[in-house]
């Protein structure tokens, strides 16, 4: 498992949102902005601007450890072609399968007619639900 969320250049990194958590969240779920608060984003939140909740490094933060409720998180504003590492949903994962957004902040397969988001990146095979997994973020679209 890598140590950091954001897989790409230092150099080139995104735009984050430093805002309260509403719970005890671990980096690496899909996040949105609620009542000035990062929230888990679940499938009903698909149209809202989804975020990867980072880890604060810049304060010793890993990528195992959740931040309390309450706490300052950090979160990326992804753009497509970015990699990151985020929470799946346990499944059996294809090379490049298409994801959505699903419970607990967790990416998914994605199904027909549903917003895919990202692309698994990560080895094919099982994965374990709330695992890190390579992602990279899609211009996003409708599966058909």
């Given at each position: 498992?890598?140590?950091?969320?954001y897989?790409g250049?230092i150099?080139?990194?995104?735009e984050?949102?430093?805002?309260?958590?509403a719970?005890?969240?671990l980096?690496g779920i899909m996040?949105k902005?609620a009542s000035g608060d990062?929230?888990v984003a679940?499938a009903?939140?698909?149209?809202?601007?989804l975020?990867?909740?980072?880890?604060?490094r810049?304060?010793?933060?890993?990528?195992?450890t959740?931040?309390t409720?309450?706490d300052?998180?950090?979160a990326?504003?992804?753009?497509p072609?970015?990699?990151?590492q985020a929470?799946?949903?346990?499944?059996t994962y294809?090379a490049?399968?298409?994801?959505?957004?699903g419970a607990?902040?967790?990416?998914e397969?994605?199904?027909?007619?549903?917003?895919?988001?990202?692309?698994?990146?990560g080895?094919?095979?099982a994965i374990?639900?709330?695992?890190?997994?390579?992602?990279q973020?899609?211009n996003?679209?409708?599966?058909a």
């Amino acid at each position: 498992m890598a140590n950091v969320i954001y897989r790409g250049p230092i150099k080139d990194e995104p735009e984050t949102v430093n805002l309260p958590v509403a719970g005890a969240y671990l980096p690496g779920i899909m996040v949105k902005v609620a009542s000035g608060d990062l929230t888990v984003a679940v499938a009903a939140d698909i149209e809202d601007d989804l975020m990867i909740l980072s880890n604060a490094r810049f304060m010793g933060q890993d990528v195992a450890t959740a931040y309390t409720s309450g706490d300052t998180g950090v979160a990326y504003k992804p753009r497509p072609g970015e990699v990151y590492q985020a929470r799946l949903a346990g499944a059996t994962y294809a090379a490049n399968a298409p994801l959505t957004v699903g419970a607990s902040g967790y990416l998914e397969a994605a199904a027909t007619g549903e917003r895919v988001i990202a692309f698994f990146k990560g080895t094919a095979g099982a994965i374990t639900a709330g695992t890190l997994n390579d992602v990279q973020i899609a211009n996003s679209f409708n599966l058909a």
